[in-house]
């Protein structure tokens, strides 16, 4: 009993120790990244002795000191205890989501089969949903809270946004769970581990690659960023639902952003990238379709699967950081007539499609 | 498989407070957030009760979309323009209140549990249940209340495009 709670326990801090670091590192790929992208320099002024580390101690030691050391600023027109509470409830879904999410099979130790995900519950994705649909909160209440109508038309755009790429999102996924047939993100991931004819990993997108489209896509929305950062456009709105907050509490809005990307990255690669899996490699070694059979000890089948679930949500959330810099940001008209006249039917059609498939093909 | 007592009491006491927070607040943004709190609340004994299909609905759909448009709706209308308290409606709706309280009351205490409640197999509560029932056993009444919610949204759509 106390082992088990251990064991738990154990996972749960693995899993937010990670998001959050990723989320820590990727705060730095942003600002390294966006510097080299747009042939600039980037942060390079704070160093320890003369130790610069690529911009490291700027973004990783100098930036959350100074966000912390700051006055928390309050509007006094505002309302105090929503304006405290709306930072937590923008980065307690980011957070709480990944407890679905398996980085890798099951671990057999003596007699007890640990499962490599902290929690399994059969309505996996749909917790997904409920936990993302909370997250519109954090910006509403933010907005609302701090009584300025900056941030306010920040509020309304961000909920109005949320609201119809959630729609778009959950029926993409449609598609995938009629392929694997499970709501259990787990069973989703040890499905994509079979063949298709013989050589093709079944991952998702291999079979729903315009559910793949839709849902990156609606991704991108749901956190918020370049081409659909309307909802704080820097040039409309100054800094849109999060202009009333300074230090810790901008801290919280700031890697909540992250956190959403390492999730949403999670999520890709769970659903349409294999999560763990790793071509050809079954829970005894690796077998090969040409032939090959190579055999290698569990723990060692273990460690390749979470490091191909980490490359995998990696390689992800810097797809997610590149496009911010690569595109520019649409007009709120054409965010709303791509999510509801553009990617709704398309995700319906794919539903149909799929539909008619199955059935062709039993 | 009845659920545990204690986690019962915290989440009714909390339910309460909150429920009662949905209508004593002055502020309309606050009995919104409350509502959401009572909704959360809901959502968890279902979970108790070992329903998570519908308690992950209930925050999704409740918690997560309707709430959502209320407070949307509450920001861009400001409320506090509509002000306007102890009209003589205020008199009816209090014993109208107090009237159907009394008859829950009457109903909740006049109402024996089941001697012997059938114990929830694996599956209770499961997608493939709930769907199961859904399309089979139910499924015209199913039908019926996505065509009314059709309705109702072509309804909105028409008024809203009405040329004045």
Do not use: C
């Given at each position: 009993m106390i082992v088990d709670i251990g064991i738990i326990a154990l996972k749960a801090f693995l899993v937010l120790f990670m998001v959050l670091n990723?989320?820590?590192?990727?705060?730095?790929?942003?600002?390294?990244?966006?510097?080299?992208?747009?042939?600039?320099?980037?942060?390079?002024?704070?160093?320890?002795?003369?130790?610069?580390?690529?911009?490291?101690?700027?973004?990783?030691?100098?930036?959350?000191?100074?966000?912390l050391t700051k006055e928390d600023f309050i509007p006094p027109a505002g309302d105090k205890f929503l304006h405290t509470l709306a930072p937590c409830m923008a980065f307690f879904p980011a957070l709480v989501t990944?407890?679905?999410?398996?980085?890798?099979?099951?671990?057999?130790?003596?007699?007890?089969v640990i499962n490599l995900q902290v929690a399994n519950i059969n309505v996996g994705i749909l917790y997904i949903f409920a936990m993302a649909s909370l997250g519109v909160y954090g910006i509403v209440i933010g907005a609302w809270a701090s009584n300025?109508?900056?941030?306010?038309?920040?509020?309304?755009?961000?909920?109005?946004?949320m609201i119809s790429y959630e729609v778009a999102m959950g029926l993409s996924v449609i598609g995938i769970l009629m392929v694997y047939g499970t709501l259990e993100l787990q069973e989703i991931a040890r499905a994509q581990g079979e063949l298709l004819w013989g050589w093709l990993p079944r991952w998702g997108v291999f079979?729903?690659?315009l559910a793949f489209l839709?849902?990156?896509?609606?991704?991108?929305?749901?956190?918020k960023r370049i081409p659909f950062d309307l909802p704080?456009?820097?040039?409309?709105?100054?800094?849109?639902?999060?202009?009333?907050?300074?230090?810790?509490?901008?801290?919280m809005f700031f890697a909540g952003e992250f956190a959403e990307i390492v999730t949403a990255a999670g999520l890709i690669?769970?659903?349409?990238?294999?999560?763990?899996?790793?071509?050809?490699?079954?829970?005894?070694?690796?077998?090969?379709?040409?032939?090959?059979?190579?055999?290698?000890?569990?723990?060692?089948?273990?460690l390749l699967q979470v490091v191909a679930f980490t490359v995998k949500v990696v390689f992800f959330c810097w797809l997610q950081i590149s496009l911010r810099w690569t595109v520019p940001r649409f007009r709120y008209d054409q965010v709303m007539r791509l999510g509801w006249k553009m990617m709704l039917p398309l995700a319906l059609l794919n539903v149909a499609i799929t539909a008619i498939v199955i059935i062709a093909v039993q | 498989m009845a659920p545990p007592l204690i986690?019962?009491?915290?989440?009714?006491?909390?339910?309460?407070?909150?429920?009662?927070?949905?209508?004593?607040?002055?502020?309309?943004?606050?009995?919104?957030?409350?509502?959401?709190?009572?909704?959360?609340?809901?959502?968890?004994?279902?979970?108790?009760?070992?329903?998570?299909?519908?308690?992950?609905?209930?925050?999704?759909?409740?918690?997560?979309?309707?709430?959502?448009?209320?407070?949307?709706?509450?920001?861009?209308?400001?409320?506090?323009?509509?002000?306007?308290?102890?009209?003589?409606?205020?008199?009816?709706?209090?014993?109208?209140?107090?009237?159907?309280?009394?008859?829950?009351v009457a109903v909740m205490t006049g109402t024996e549990p089941p001697p012997d409640p059938a114990a929830a197999t694996a599956l209770f509560g499961s997608p493939e249940m709930l769907a199961k029932s859904l399309f089979t056993d139910f499924v015209l009444p199913f039908e019926i209340a996505s065509i009314l919610l059709l309705v109702a949204i072509v309804g909105a759509v028409v008024l809203a495009k009405r040329e004045p």
């Open positions: 990723l989320a820590g590192i990727l705060g730095w790929v942003e600002r390294k990244g966006s510097a080299l992208i747009q042939d600039r320099i980037g942060a390079n002024r704070a160093s320890i002795f003369g130790f610069a580390g690529m911009g490291l101690v700027n973004t990783l030691i100098a930036d959350p000191l100074k966000f990944f407890a679905v999410i398996p980085f890798g099979d099951v671990l057999v130790i003596g007699d007890r300025n109508k900056f941030s306010l038309l920040g509020g309304v755009r961000g909920s109005a946004q079979l729903q690659p839709l849902f990156f896509v609606a991704a991108v929305a749901e956190t704080e456009g820097e040039s409309e709105l100054v800094a849109g639902y999060h202009v009333e907050y300074s230090g810790g509490k901008f801290l690669t769970t659903l349409f990238f294999g999560g763990w899996q790793v071509p050809y490699l079954m829970r005894d070694g690796f077998h090969f379709p040409w032939g090959g059979v190579r055999l290698m000890h569990q723990w060692a089948v273990a | 986690p019962f009491f915290v989440l009714a006491f909390l339910l309460v407070i909150t429920s009662l927070m949905v209508v004593f607040q002055r502020n309309v943004v606050h009995s919104a957030l409350s509502l959401v709190a009572a909704l959360f609340l809901i959502a968890l004994f279902f979970i108790m009760l070992h329903a998570p299909m519908v308690g992950v609905l209930q925050i999704l759909i409740y918690a997560g979309a309707i709430m959502v448009l209320f407070l949307f709706v509450i920001m861009l209308l400001n409320p506090a323009a509509l002000e306007q308290r102890r009209g003589v409606w205020w008199w009816f709706g209090t014993v109208a209140a107090l009237i159907l309280g009394g008859l829950l």
